[in-house]
């Protein structure tokens, strides 16, 4: 491998998003679980949904720290070794980005304290709304970032300036680029992987304390109500995903082409479920549906779909590793519909919960890691998938790197990421297993210690 400058950057850049992006979609999907639990608490005065609330309440503050800290460092690269890309874009890219700190995290963060230490300080009406505003400030951050993110994949809207020898993109309608081709769609499917993220890691912590026979009815409320919205995300993935092509297909067809292992322009375009692709020979081999592809595209089976090579290799993105991340993702997203509606079939049968099914209930405690693998080949498939652009049709990657760095500043700044990630990965795992070991009912005992503490002082103090 040559390790210049882009290639480390690239790599540099792949490493701190993909451990950023385990963190989001946990906070959005536990938040909007946070928002059921809480309001099944107000209706019906049941402690234990209160116990379910405030022991995802922890949970949901672990992650959300690691995942704002994480964060940051992405902003820094765009100056550090993006700097080219950042002038070409910074009029565009900035709009949304000022508008996620603006109207998402303000919003997010404002309310956070409410959610994290109001429980006995502000009505419950009024911890309930603080929970609705982080649920909803976190999936605005998640929009406002896919709509920078989707300009890159389908830019409208701008027109290319040169200011003293430097060609810059500038906004010629701000609405129309929010609302791109592509930015509704995608921010679906990101939402809705994030639903089912959030939701497995409740399925997982639940079926832990099933499977050691703790805290069961917690468990089993908290487990009933995550399989819910894990099974309506995951049956409504491939009806967003079928759109998501349809759009790829207009936009970007190198990346449907590689996708789908498709080098030849052709009519009744096969759909491989599994398969390997060699772009030397040109050929791609495996179990795949004649015309599918071709009538997923066009409604149509002699639909005419564009292969590879219809464009210059340079312009080829890498194509068995974006055929291979692309369908390992699909796979999983059908995994997760099979086993979803089995659990909420066996749920309604009122068998979920029996020895029976206890390999089942299993199943579900080291499964929190797939969709976190799914999301992370969904945001691999997109962005290897652009290649050669890293905006698409109008900056190659290889022109948006700073030309001000060297290589092994590169590679020093990405080893003490390594290292410092790393570190910071255990200890969001020492918090979890710690709050998890603890179980909910360390809350209610901390509080009762706070309380006798509290009374205590009161009897000492002069009067």
Known sequence: MNWDVETLSRIQFAFTIMFHYIFPPFSIGVGLLLVFYESLYLITKKKIYEKI???????????????????????????????????????????????EGIFAFFLESGFLAILLFGWNRVKPGMHLFATIMVALGSILSGFWIVVANSWQQTPVAYEIVVDYGIRRAVITDFWEMVFNPSAMVRFTHVILGAWIQGAFLVMSVSAYYLIKKKNIEFAQKSFAIALGLAAIASLAQPFVGHSHAKIVAEWQPTKLAAFEGLYETQTNAPLYLIGWTDPETRETSGIAIPGMLSFLVHGDFDGEVIGLEEFPEEDWPAVNGVFQSYHLMVALGMLFIAVTLLSLFLLWRKQLFTPKWSWLIKFYIPAVALPVMANQLGWVSAERGRQPWIVQGLLRTSEGVSKSISAPEVMIS??????????????????????????????????????????????????
């Open 53 to 99: 609330t405030r022991f995802w309440i922890k949970i949901f503050a672990a992650n959300f720290s690691v995942g704002v800290a994480s964060g940051i460092v992405m902003e820094f690269e765009f100056g550090t070794n993006w700097s080219t890309y950042s002038r070409f874009v910074g009029d565009i890219f900035g709009s949304p980005l000022a508008a």
């Open 414 to 463: 990405l080893t003490l990421f390594v290292i410092v990630y790393i570190l910071l990965f255990f200890i969001w795992l020492y918090v979890l297993d710690r709050e998890i070991k603890h179980g909910p009912d360390h809350i209610a005992t901390a509080e009762a210690g706070y309380k006798k503490k509290s009374e205590r002082m009161d009897v000492i103090k002069p009067h």
